[in-house]
């Protein structure tokens, strides 16, 4: 046999298999056409920094610190860092053994452990024990449809079958149990174990926030079918309206009281990579686990072991942000006043992009409640669908294309994250500079009104 | 039934058989005798900074500076970091889009990619081309006995057989070309399909640095077997003898010329966990590709984009660490001070446990020749085996328990590392600070000695 091991030919068809198309064809695009020298707006993922917001002052101090603790021997430090910056510098350095360039116990710092427990207490009223770092297995996992692909892709990857429940476009992206008891029964007809249930909450990319009463019903639907619940709740700072505040899976379960409080199994997790800080590149976060029988987090905690250590400085980064400044510290005011401006931009970000998709020739759009991203439906003309197909290209991928090349807004195609047959989106976030929207959104309106114009087929009425 | 999804019954078996003793039993009674108030000497993990190593000062200056890049534009900078620093932090914010807190290409910052090809170029004489980050999947995979569980516990998840070929003790941990060709065609007569070869060069656990002859050997033999090579080079830099210096895997094949440089499929690696940095913390790497097709490039790129972004500050030590400072610099003499200061001491360090071990009753222990830990061979007597089985242990294990109890010095039995059938070994790091080495030795030789007399058996010959 002529093949070698790493040929395309050997390799496991689990990796093949795997799709991800957040970085995929229109990525690769937009990032040819920066080489030759055009300007590309990178709407496909949700990398604040990389558009332009500025990192939070307080915690790059602080980690700056700590990254360079001969600083705080030298007697001008005070001229250009804060004292409550040094002070806490100063703390996170006593929780470590041996600072930032020392592998940490696999589960993270213990004091920064402690200090996301306290704040999942704050945040829920109750008790909280939990590990960082992330593992993952499994049969069928039901996930929502839109969904982030990182949950297509890693259920891929390791074998498992994605169950998918479909969210209500019409109802604003809202979540229907009966789908979900659909969804369950038809993954069961065809053999699979289904064992756990993702929810995004707010939600990627459709941006919904789910209600207290819809998570209820969620809880309760998992309960009865004896499904591990996944609450990825990593935008939870981003919200966008007042009606429906964030509330976490682990507050509604703890609320609901015995049995269920302590029988469901629960995993929750949050990052440092969206909020108002935006820290992607530090690559930071925890998961919590409510109801995990011992013995179970011991072997999470053995396969957390094989990677040593999670990121020192991120761990940092998750403390700032779990343990934020208080009334009273000197750069107080600084942090909110910084935090505030991001959270108040984002939120007219989210209606004038709402607000200009929706005045669109054939393109609605569900409001922005949460997270970062506007999921625009696109209704194809019949002629747009064929010319596509001629193409050789998804209709979707087809319109995302032309509308990079015309106006070097780069977006993910709707077909990335799973959609109803026959309907299409797109996928942008709302993250371009604020100064810089109304021209982006007319240059979107000045090419997607062309486009229809150009393949509408009046014989055809294009539908919801 | 009343499984729910994450009771350990229901975990996937190949969860429940990794096994990973680096942080094991040794390491937990460790830690819960540390809580207790006692001295405990870390030994156990490869980890200097908890050891008291410091920290190269002008890595650290930079990433500080790029963590906080407000400093740059303050007029005070200049008093608390010296102008290359500065200039560095600059040049390498220049690279990123966004700074340290945007998610970067999924294969790393394209501009320090580009430092480490120039690296591996200087380092091997020939062009280098390569990709961050660390995605995995096999069949049979060939790992040298001892060996760092890294390997055999990655192996054991993702469900693949681990070969073992065992390194030779009384040949200063050499390795023989011929006891790996017995080892494939074992494997392959249980029906295994061998894809892989791991090496450790220097070696973890055991302290060998692999002479040319011997890398040309194992080349030879992958090529004519069809097994991509692994090339864990981590400790490139951590070398404590002349007579053979590293020489990488990738710099020898190139060497032997077509067709085999331009077949043999190898994956070579390196971190900036180790070395005379340290930066354990801090989690950087990258690993270098040869001969693979672009086809599966696309496909580990594709993996690799699941996880988004490698963590931006670690690229940016790795880029420092492959593109140092050079004569002339500002500060290219403290750099080298504290570099030197650190291998110096190092090579001490390797020399007195080795000579430590080998004065005492029935220890063995080959020299250090590089990365950084000793191996000694504990030869058990009859009796000591014995008292282990009643007290259900594993008999390393149970020396090395006794050891932490007596002198808090933390070590890993070297059942986890794989040894020959009764032959018994610990692993502890050459990392203790130099002024504490005699203490420790002298506690150990202690301890051994009495424990020696205590279980020693005359009518028992140990073997070697
Ligand atoms: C829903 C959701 N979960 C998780 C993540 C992962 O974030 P990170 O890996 O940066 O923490 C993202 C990133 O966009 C996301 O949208
Ligand atoms: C042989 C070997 N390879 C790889 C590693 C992993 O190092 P890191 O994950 O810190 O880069 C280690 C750590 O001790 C090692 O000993």
Not at 115 to 132: H, K, N, Q, T
Not at 184 to 198: F, P
Not at 285 to 295: A, H, I, K, V
Not at 419 to 447: C, N, Y
Request: hydrophobic share 40%.
């Amino acid at each position: 046999m002529g093949l070698k091991a790493l040929d395309y030919e050997t390799l496991n068809e689990n990796v093949k298999k795997v799709q991800y198309a957040v970085r995929g064809e229109l990525y690769l695009r937009a990032s040819e056409l920066q080489k030759e020298g055009k300007k590309i707006i990178f709407t496909n993922v949700g990398n604040p920094h990389a558009l332009g917001q500025k990192p939070l002052t307080f915690p790059r101090q602080v980690v700056a610190l700590c990254q360079a603790p001969f600083l705080l021997d030298d007697p001008n430090v005070g001229l250009m860092f804060p004292a409550d910056a040094i002070a806490r510098a100063k703390h996170y350095l006593s929780l470590t053994s041996g600072g930032l360039g020392a592998y940490s116990d696999s589960r993270g710092i213990p004091g920064v452990r402690k200090e996301v427990a306290e704040f999942i207490e704050r945040r829920d009223g109750c008790d909280a024990d939990l590990e960082l770092y992330y593992p993952w297995e499994g049969d069928g996992i039901l996930v929502p449809v839109p969904q982030y692909p990182l949950y297509s892709a890693t259920i891929s990857l390791l074998g498992g079958s994605l169950v998918p429940y479909y969210l209500e476009e019409t109802a604003n992206w809202g979540l229907d149990v009966n789908n979900l008891r659909e969804s369950v029964a038809q993954a069961r007809s065809k053999g699979l174990t289904v064992r756990a249930m993702v929810i995004i909450n707010p939600g990627n990319p459709t941006g919904q926030c789910l209600s207290e009463a819809n998570l209820r019903e969620i809880i309760n639907f998992c309960y009865q079918e004896n499904l591990v619940l996944l609450g990825d709740e990593v935008y939870q700072q981003n919200i966008y309206q007042d009606e429906r505040p964030f509330i976490s899976a682990r507050k509604v379960l703890m609320d609901m009281g015995p049995p269920i409080s302590k029988e469901l199994q629960l995993i929750s997790f949050h990052t440092v990579s969206k909020g108002y800080w935006g820290e992607c590149g530090q690559r930071g976060g925890y998961f919590e686990m409510t109801n995990l029988p011992p013995q179970t987090v011991d072997e999470i905690y053995k396969i957390a072991s094989i990677a040593l250590s999670p990121n020192v400085p991120a761990q940092i980064f998750m403390g700032l942000m779990v343990n934020p400044l208080k009334p009273g510290d000197i750069s107080y005011e600084q942090f909110i006043r910084e935090s505030q401006g991001i959270l108040q931009s984002l939120r007219r970000r989210a209606r004038i992009m709402t607000d200009g998709f929706n005045s669109c020739k054939n393109v609605v759009c569900n409001f922005t409640e949460g997270a970062m991203y506007s999921f625009p439906q696109i209704r194809l003309p019949l002629k747009a669908i064929e010319a596509a197909k001629k193409a050789g290209k998804v209709p979707d991928v087809f319109y995302c294309l032309k509308l990079l090349e015309a106006t070097g807004i780069s977006t993910v195609p709707g077909s990335g994250f799973g959609q109803k047959e026959g309907v299409f989106h797109l996928r942008t976030t709302i993250l371009p500079a604020e100064e810089d929207m109304p021209a982006i959104m007319s240059s979107f309106k000045k090419f997607n009104d062309k486009f229809m114009d150009e393949y509408e087929d009046k014989w055809n009425q294009s539908r919801m």
